[in-house]
């Protein structure tokens, strides 16, 4: 079974991939620069079905199949670049956002390369960059039993890039993965974002995208 590595997988959102990725089969690395503190939330993970959560370093993460890169927007780049040598030739699936609260709304952050993917993908030019899970509530995703019916935006200049990532959230409980196109689109996608959580915040919901119209 292909192996999955969370950079940054203690957070909210590193842990609502890793459950479900691991409830699919998939064996995960939940990678921190704590080892032990990944260690005690890899242990509160409980996926149902053949997959493992283990706790690790970033880098014992970064040598799995496929990467995730869940850490803070504001520390992804120098994560994923002292990574680099490990992440060589593989697919590194982003699903950082640039947001900043004001009030009681997110606001979108514009990085000098126009997304997080783009600076991602320009710091691994060896890599297959992938965007996707950027408009996932965490509290859903962890929780197993939320009923989530939720719809992945995923985009990559790489065909197959996006096509290995499509499967992969394909078989993850609740979530559907839909093909958008290249990377240009990271920058919208991402951006999203921040009206998701606001929507969120501000009717004190855990709303999340569905797209009408598609055929499974």
Request: hydrophobic share 45%; glycine share 10%.
């Amino acid at each position: 079974m292909t192996t999955v590595g969370v950079l940054g997988g203690t957070g909210p959102a590193g842990r609502g991939v890793a459950i479900r990725l691991a409830s699919t089969g998939y064996d995960i690395i939940l990678g921190s620069r704590d080892e032990t503190r990944a260690d005690i939330t890899a242990s509160t993970l409980l996926p149902r079905g053949d997959g493992v959560i283990r706790g690790g370093t970033n880098e014992a993460a970064a040598d799995c199949d496929i990467v995730v890169v869940a850490t803070p927007w504001d520390s992804a780049v120098a994560t994923v670049r002292a990574l680099r040598e490990s992440l060589k030739g593989k697919v590194v699936i982003s699903m950082v956002n640039a947001l900043v609260r004001e009030g009681k709304e997110l606001v979108p952050l514009y990085p000098p390369r126009g997304s997080m993917a783009a600076q991602i993908a320009f710091t691994l030019p060896e890599s297959t960059i992938v965007g996707a899970f950027h408009h996932l509530p965490a509290s859903e995703m962890e929780d197993l039993d939320s009923g989530l019916d939720a719809d992945v935006v995923i985009f990559s200049d790489s065909v197959v890039g996006r096509a290995t990532v499509v499967e992969m959230v394909n078989k993850m409980p609740g979530l559907r993965g839909v093909e958008a196109g290249s990377m240009s689109l990271a920058s919208a996608t991402e951006a999203f974002t921040a009206v998701c959580i606001t929507i969120n915040i501000r009717h004190k919901v855990h709303s999340y995208v569905k797209l009408a119209g598609l055929t499974d």
